[in-house]
C-alpha cells in the first residue's frame, strides 16, 4: 500500500449530546469530594445532631455514602434523606442548591460500579462534579432490607 493511501487507525467520531437539562442539585462532600443530586429527588436534609430522628425512618441505617464509593469511612455530619424516604445517605457537608444547565454523559473511562453510582457529570465552577443515580442507592437500600444483595 503506497504511504498516500494509508488509511487512519481510527476514525473520529462527533462528540455525543449532552444529555437533557437538569433543575436544581443540591451540591454535597463526602470523603472530600463534591457530589450533586437532584433536588428533586431529594425528601429532605437533616443535620448529624438529628441523629435520632434518622433513626426513627423507616428502613436501614443511613449509607456511608463516602465508604460506599470507596473514598473510605466517611464523617457523618449531614444526612440526605432521598426520595420516597426510605434511603438515606450521610454525607460530610452540604453545600448549597443550584442550577446547573448540562449533565455530560459518563466517559468510556467509566467502566465498573460508578456507571450504577453516577447519572452523568456536571461542569460546575472548574471543577467535575459527578451527579448520583438515586435510583440505584434506594434499590441497594431495599436488597438489604429484603436480606438480599
Request: hydrophobic share 40%; proline share 8%.
Amino acid at each position: 500500500m503506497k504511504e498516500y493511501e494509508r488509511h487512519p487507525l481510527f476514525i473520529a467520531r462527533p462528540a455525543k449530546p449532552a444529555a437533557a437539562t437538569l433543575g436544581p442539585v443540591i451540591l454535597f462532600t463526602a470523603g472530600g469530594r463534591r457530589f450533586a443530586v437532584a433536588a428533586s429527588e431529594v425528601k429532605e436534609i437533616r443535620d448529624g445532631d438529628d441523629r435520632t430522628s434518622i433513626r426513627k425512618l423507616k428502613g436501614p441505617e443511613p449509607i456511608d455514602f463516602a465508604l460506599q464509593i470507596g473514598l473510605g469511612p466517611g464523617i457523618l455530619d449531614h444526612f440526605v434523606v432521598l426520595k420516597p424516604g426510605n434511603c438515606s445517605l450521610g454525607v460530610t457537608e452540604v453545600e448549597r442548591m443550584t442550577s446547573l444547565p448540562k449533565v455530560v454523559p459518563l466517559p468510556g473511562l467509566f467502566r465498573g460500579a460508578e456507571r450504577q453510582w453516577y447519572r452523568g457529570l456536571l461542569l460546575l465552577e472548574n471543577d467535575v462534579v459527578p451527579l448520583i443515580r438515586t435510583e440505584h442507592w434506594t434499590a441497594t437500600v431495599a436488597a438489604k432490607g429484603s436480606g438480599h444483595e
